[in-house]
């Protein structure tokens, strides 16, 4: 293909950005089309694309359009603003993920081009009709030129999961990529407590909305799971495994990368970290809660918008950590020495104290 970078497409660096980046990477890699992409998230963006949707609008999506202000003032004349309806037959996302160019389009009246592909597959709308959308953009209609972009699309996708799943961090794998390198993680950190986040990766892996959640567990010695370290396949059979049936499409995020540690209990705890007002989450949060309480496995749920202090944030995981440090430490002297039966019945007291303090 053509290399001399004729084009250039602007994509937000929110919303799908966050899962498909790599992917979107290669592909336009391979047709010769520049990528610009808005800057990483901060307070002013926040409040610009909040001035511009209803209050009561969920805050990923206020960050969404204050990354297309961002690339419109950059001047970038292709904006990237997909429709992601479904992901299989009937496993759909929410309303506002389907409906995303239509609130830029209702919103942002500013001129530009939106490269808007659907990716629909209850409506047989897959990925190959969503790629020669976004090349019929550019005046690409080459078959077997978009199927040789796909492909290394997928070639760049693969290599970010493999790096992630054998602990390479997000931010280091995103890295890799954009300087085609690989690298793999071939010894495991052991740390004193492990939890696992579930959150959608437009929460979680944007370290303004998500507060570097990440990287203050770690500063406590805690060792961080997230759904890059959980397969698709994995991450679907534990949502079977509970008996529970997977509707939404970012539920792997959430549901399946929960289900995944609590079924090999390889964690202390569960953060669940969703964004206010968000219903899909508010379901899947409390599914998961509910197998919580049954499994006697912590949880707390987190919740964000544009208001969230920083400082309160820290509190509560603190206390968080705290509670599972006690637990574990609990669990560990009841297991080392000999206990008799009234002292094990106040710890079991002291547990279930703590426990529901931080739910
Ligand atoms: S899933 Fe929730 S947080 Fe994400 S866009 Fe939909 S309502 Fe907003």
């Known amino acids: 293909m053509n290399k001399a970078y004729k084009y250039k497409i602007g994509i937000p660096r929110a919303m799908s950005y966050y899962n498909n980046y790599p992917f979107y990477l290669g592909f336009f890699n391979y047709l010769g089309i520049d990528v610009v992409l808005s800057d990483k998230t901060t307070t002013k963006i926040i409040n610009e694309g909040s001035s511009y949707v209803v209050s009561d609008t969920c805050l990923p999506i206020k960050v969404y359009v204050g990354h297309v202000i961002n690339l419109l003032d ?17 496993i759909n996302n929410c309303s506002k993920i389907r409906g995303l160019p239509e609130i830029i389009r209702n919103v942002v009246n500013r001129d530009f081009v939106m490269v808007e592909p659907t990716l629909d597959k209850t409506e047989n709308i897959g990925l190959l009709d969503f790629c020669e959308n976004i090349a019929n953009n550019f005046g690409i209609t080459d078959k077997k030129e978009i199927k040789k972009a796909i492909k290394l699309g997928f070639e760049y996708y693969n290599n970010f999961f493999a790096m992630t799943q054998s602990g390479v961090s997000y931010k280091k ?46 500063q406590m010695d805690v060792k961080v799971y997230t759904s890059l370290n959980v397969s698709h396949k ?19 995020e959430l549901t399946g990368t929960a289900a995944y540690f609590l079924n090999n209990k390889k964690v202390d705890g569960i953060i669940a970290l969703s964004a206010f007002g968000c219903g899909p989450d508010s379901l899947m949060v409390d599914e998961i809660s509910y197998h919580c309480k049954e499994q006697n496995m912590p949880l707390i749920h987190l919740t964000i918008d544009e208001h969230t202090g920083e400082a309160g944030f820290i509190t509560r995981l ?28 106040k710890n079991e007291e002291k547990e279930e104290i703590l426990t529901s303090a931080v739910k």
């Open 74 to 90: 950059k001047g970038c004349e292709y904006i990237f603003v997909p429709s992601i309806q479904s992901t299989d037959y009937k």
């Open 173 to 218: 794998a995103l890295e890799n990529i954009e300087n085609k390198k690989f690298e793999l993680e071939t010894q495991e950190v052991v740390k004193p407590l492990s939890v696992v986040i579930m959150g959608h990766g437009y929460n979680l892996f944007d370290e303004r909305i998500s507060l570097n959640i990440i990287k203050k567990l770690e």
């Open 234 to 252: 994995d991450s679907i059979d534990a949502i079977d495994n509970l008996g529970e049936i997977q509707y939404w499409a970012n539920e792997l």
């Open 318 to 345: 603190e206390a968080f950590v705290d509670m599972l440090m006690r637990k574990k430490r609990a669990s560990l002297s009841k297991k080392s020495k000999p206990i008799n039966a009234v002292e094990a019945v």
